[in-house]
């Protein structure tokens, strides 16, 4: 699945896109904006935009229509949201948790500042 940490700049572009997916602003069956106009947002070469897109389809988060675009697969926010999950229980929460005993900062604090982002 596509990570946070991925190195590529088309893993990035690809990482990007899930997140919007993610955040609902492209949801099940909504076309994605064409790739001339992604190459043009994030100032990249078309071609890297196109990879992209190859990633996401493997991995069955978007779907092409010849001549019309890319859209966003059934079930792919649920999906996403599974592997990320995943991913960050696994490999961020652990350095958190980490970090927060290095620093001396309690469960208590943790709380008090999640509260705070709602």
Do not use: H
Not at 81 to 97: D, G, H, N, S, V
């Amino acid at each position: 699945m596509i990570s946070s940490n991925e190195k590529t700049i088309f893993g990035k572009v690809a990482y990007l896109i899930c997140e919007e997916i993610l955040k609902g602003n492209y949801n099940e069956e909504d076309r994605i904006p064409g790739v001339r106009d992604l190459a043009a947002t994030y100032e990249i070469n078309y071609n890297t935009v196109i990879r992209a897109m190859e990633v996401l389809q493997r991995e069955e988060i978007v779907y092409q229509k010849r001549g019309i675009g890319y859209f966003v697969c059934t079930d792919a926010k649920k999906r996403l949201r599974k592997a990320q999950r995943e991913e960050f229980m696994q490999k961020t929460l652990p350095e958190i948790f980490r970090q927060a005993r290095l620093l001396d900062i309690g469960l208590d604090a943790i709380a008090e500042a999640w509260e705070k982002t709602k």
